[in-house]
């Protein structure tokens, strides 16, 4: 079987809002940007932010699928989460540092960096 996992979306309930927010956190630009669904191009993964309610879709927020994002250092996963809400502190897991944070849209998001 060969399956490739290229994408994932978030659902948001202010796509501007959204935008912003994953604009500054990626320190890039949204690549394709429209009211229903969003795209953010991340080192050839797609995020996808999806504003569910223009579909009249029903979703709950929260801890059941979490994105995870890496970065280089601990230094670096600390700069990335400052000012955010943190609902899981930096912990050292293994051989990684981790921490979540809940977005502005209600979605917990992870983040790792390597320990030395």
Wanted: include cysteine.
């Amino acid at each position: 079987m060969d399956i490739h996992i290229n994408s994932l979306y978030l659902c948001v309930n202010d796509m501007d809002r959204a935008i912003k927010f994953y604009e500054e956190f990626f320190e890039q630009e949204v690549t394709e940007r429209d009211e229903l669904y969003s795209v953010f191009e991340v080192n050839g993964f797609r995020l996808g932010l999806f504003a569910y309610k223009l579909t009249n879709e029903t979703h709950e927020f929260g801890s059941n699928c979490i994105p995870s994002f890496s970065v280089d250092d601990l230094k670096l996963l600390d700069v990335k989460l400052r000012g955010k809400d943190i609902c899981f502190p930096i912990t050292r897991i293994g051989n990684n540092w981790v921490a979540e944070f809940v977005d502005p849209e209600g979605n917990h998001i992870e983040m790792t960096a390597p320990a030395k």
